[in-house]
């Protein structure tokens, strides 16, 4: 009982049943994705590794809303990372090893998992699902919600006034650095700004002169020069003659920008900064209160994205690899490369750069970040580098009101597939098979 008579808050016990579901379900998938061989239990054992993390990650946020709501403690999931990181690089493995094989070893991993590019999606978004179940224990380091507005959906519409979601953001971000700096007394230099823009300026110099698909070429080249009679014995005779050639081009492409949008500055945040890296828009605490503005920008972007699928330069330029529609497997392969380098792109301008410099510069690094941020545009139609302005704003601003990068990469990612897929339904159509015929 409580002090005033009540009874103490008891847990609701229907999110752990429906974690503990999920766990069962996670097991047999797994088990079935083992014993596939030839026949559809790797299909079957995909389906369930997904259901079966989403409904284990979903329970345990319900319970754990529930432990809040309460003023109870959340369990800790030390787990979370460690299995959210070995199900994402089995995934990401299971997408890209094919590529980097002879022919003859191929079609050997085409007999073997005839529904493997399925399995490897799974295990990739249930990896994804663990990890930013982990993400979610971090306690952010801001209020959860800049400027929230409490009550039915109808209330918070009011956020869509722009006088609102711009204007009156920038100016509670402005007061939350002022607060930071008075906080500090005015002592020590800002090197906040210094050191992430500099950094930036640095790994964007990476990007662009090593990042693009005629370095990897160049160094092909140098180690098996053209001309070659034999069959292919080294790697890189085994990367000239790959059917999936093109595709080995973009996993260089995107491996350079998660190395220059991710990895480079998370470790200039923990090295330098010494700051937790989550804090820096990866915490997803809240994203659930305000997915609604997400929604509501993807459905106007959707809407945008079906009008101009129908033009000739639209469906001539998207998707980037043109292989794309030859089968699933080069389908998702593509999209996980390019999701990857969204969300190590949205975590770069959005994430390590607004965060790293709000203290000093107020809402005004918002519009420090545009800059470069329309630059990354340069060489795409006019109108969509001009586009990029006005998308950075929008983003820069709704990373910084929410405190996440969560919201803006999910925009991203889903317009960008959204988009390719539009464009092949408009040309070549959807893949028909799970495999290449190599």
Do not use: N
Not at 336 to 359: H, I, M, P, T, V
Not at 381 to 388: D, N
């Amino acid at each position: 009982m409580g002090a005033a008579g009540a009874p103490s808050p008891r847990m609701d016990h229907r999110g752990e049943w429906i974690a503990r579901a999920g766990w069962a379900g996670l097991a047999v998938g797994l088990a079935l994705v083992g014993l596939e061989r030839g026949a559809e239990l790797g299909a079957y054992g995909a389906l369930g590794v997904l259901g079966g993390a989403l409904c284990a990650v979903g329970g345990r946020f319900y319970r754990d809303r529930d432990a809040r709501a309460r003023r109870l403690p959340a369990r800790p999931a030390p787990w979370a990372f460690p299995l959210g990181a070995l199900l994402l690089g089995a995934g990401a493995v299971g997408l890209l090893y094919p590529a980097f094989l002879t022919r003859p070893e191929i079609r050997e991993v085409i007999a073997a998992h005839p529904y493997g590019p399925l399995v490897a999606v799974a295990l990739g978004f249930a990896g994804i699902a663990f990890l930013i179940d982990g993400l979610d224990r971090a306690a952010p380091a801001d209020p959860p919600f800049a400027l929230e507005i409490h009550g039915p959906f109808w209330e918070k519409a009011r956020d869509l006034d722009p006088r609102r979601f711009f204007v009156a953001t920038w100016r509670e971000l402005d007061a939350e650095a002022a607060r930071a700096r008075e906080a500090d007394g005015g002592a020590g230099y800002a090197w906040g700004p210094i050191v992430a823009l500099s950094t930036g300026a640095v790994c964007l110099a990476l990007m662009e002169y090593f990042g693009h698909a005629p370095t990897l070429r160049e160094i092909v080249d140098h180690y098996d020069p053209p001309g070659r009679l034999a069959p292919p014995e080294t790697f890189f005779a085994v990367v000239r003659d790959s059917p999936f050639r093109r595709l080995i081009d973009f996993v260089w492409w995107s491996g350079w920008r998660v190395l220059g949008f991710f990895v480079l500055p998370a470790l200039v945040i923990r090295l330098v900064l010494r700051r937790p890296i989550a804090e820096h828009g990866l915490c997803p605490r809240g994203f659930a209160d305000h997915v609604w503005i997400y929604v509501l920008f993807f459905g106007f972007v959707l809407a945008l994205v079906y009008g101009v699928s129908y033009e000739d330069s639209f469906r001539t330029y998207y998707p980037f690899y043109r292989d794309a529609s030859r089968s699933w497997y080069d389908f998702w392969a593509w999209e996980a490369l390019y999701a990857a380098q969204f969300f190590s792109l949205e975590f770069f301008f959005r994430g390590f750069w607004l965060k790293a410099g709000k203290r000093a510069m107020g809402s005004h690094v918002i519009y420090a970040m545009v800059v470069p941020y329309c630059m990354i545009h340069f060489g795409k139609p006019f109108l969509e580098t001009l586009a990029a302005i006005i998308a950075g704003i929008v983003l820069g601003t709704l990373a910084m009101r929410t405190r996440s990068i969560w919201s803006g990469f999910l925009i991203h990612v889903s317009v960008a597939i959204s988009m390719d897929m539009a464009a092949l339904m408009q040309t070549r159509g959807l893949p028909t098979q799970w495999w290449p015929d190599v």
